[in-house]
DNA sequence: TTGTACGCGTTATCAG
DNA sequence: CTGATAACGCGTACAA
């Protein structure tokens, strides 16, 4: 079953093996320089014949950059595989880096060992820039990618990393839409499930909401919590009702919410969408797995990837980068 | 913005500043051999002050060694983020790879051009080894690791690349137990759409199925496909029924090959499970994004994924590898 | 057109 | 205990 790898073959014996010096033999193997006819054939024979193949780690430490960029995946447990959004940030990222002949190397975190390795490999010389997707406040990755000044781009939430650039949506804009075309189904008292207020995407979503409500809004139907989380969703909405039990819409800052939202409404006989209109935002995989299926916001998740990407390379050819913000849009479902 | 990260401070920098040879240098940072207290301090203050941090690249390059492990995810289009077991593949890979102090660095093929840059990726000498799942037969990457005798293992549909060792399941003992598990629910005239009988998966299926069937066998009762396709589906289905209109249950080879019979058992208006049972194999998004979800094989990806890395790490220690077999286990839902 | 010598950043092997 | 010096495998001026 095993095969073990002869010893491999160096310039420096492919120079042997067609008599000739390592300069000449670098030469054909990049093209450039004058190399007489003669020469080249019994190079290209040499390294045939002694199964030559290029040591593209060495090459890159002589001319020091490594055409590769690292792609982070910094996803507690495995968000990974839920979120589908980061498998299409990954694809478009790897679109344009690989446009560019640059290899996009993914390095997956999921502990703090990982984290540890991650960040050497990200300093050690491997990878030319990165893209690091959700970091979060207390990345260490992040952390250690602006401590060593890598060029980078982080995409998703906002981490407080004024260095780095940023690839985000318009929190405020896709907000308001969402509850426009929620109250366009004719609600008339709708609340918010508030999360991360201390967070750029959270006030944004608030104030959104705040927006499209104009006049009618009632801030006694706005409840707010720290997390994103599906429990969030289960006590606001809980919450809400005794506020107002007359409440017939809602818009949960996230489809997790909006899922611990629908549990609450289902406990307490409420039907969704008849009784109650509900809304989402993410179009994560909580939205499809939920009955009813979460009319909710999807990010250009594509877009983003190369978008951040863009970014790196920019940095790398020498150039600014700065920030982006990509719309949003709609996806209408049967939760409202 | 952008931050221009200074050149990168080296040992000579960090030899120069505590007025001592590079080798004492490196002596402190891999803490072997002897080196007095005095010079230690010296250094250790150097190396703050000049902000160096080690450049693993090069030193693989000395100790001819990375510590890194590919792990090449070569499926078409986008099928990366459909199918759920690549990403626990991936999990399960990373988890023996992470515990044995490499690094796992994903590279995901997307392109012909992909392929081409990753089998460079691949024999540049940035990995010891790698793992590759799902290799199709004219897989180049898969060549390019065979051809260059990188170790390496396969998790998937065997390529018939024998030289290289591969983690796969008991097709046809998985295939055996569903069928009887579908007849047990009562089904008396129950057919097969197989696929890729010319690989050992295809043809392993159908094969469990034959032996489940025992002496109801009935060769008339299965059509095959050269592909697992949600086409084949469609189409075998209705040959399927045209040859025995009185069919009350079915083993598709495949989820997607399910999802296509599905399709042409509604046009047909054939309720399933009512009318006709259906089974499918995978467990793959297909499973649960059709109506009625489907009862299907579920493959044990993150074992698959750690046994993968484990082949792996056994080559780069000297030892030889087999192949691996792992159990699957029946995940009934609603579709029979 | 070709060979030489040096550099990339680090480690390893020696004397001393 | 420490400092030269030679690898690792390759690129690239520069001189010939």
Redesign the interface.
Known sequence: ??????TRATVHDVAAQAGVSRGTVSRVLNGAGYVSADARARIEAAIAEVGY??????R??ARSK?W?VGFVVHEPH?L??ED?NI??I??GT??VV?DA?H??????V??D??AK??S??L????VDGAVLVSARSDDTVADAIVE????AAFVGHPAGR????HVRIDNRTAARQITERLLATGRRRVGMLASALDRDSGADRLEGFQQALGDRFDPRLVVDDPLYSYQSGVAGMAELLDREPALDGVFAASDAVAAGALETLRARGRRVPEDVGLVGFDDSAWATRSTPHLSTVRQPARDMGRAAARLVLD?LGG?????VTLPTEIVWRDSA
Request: without cysteine.
């Open positions: 079953m095993t095969s073990p790898r002869r193949v290029r040591n593209t780690a060495a890159n430490l490594t590769a495995q990974f595989l589908p498998g299409s990954l694809l790897n679109e690989a002949d290899q996009l190397v993914v390095l997956v999921d502990s060992r990982d390795r991650v050497g490999y300093r050690g010389g491997f060593f000044g890598l060029p004024a260095s780095v650039p940095q150039h600014e980068a700065h920030d």
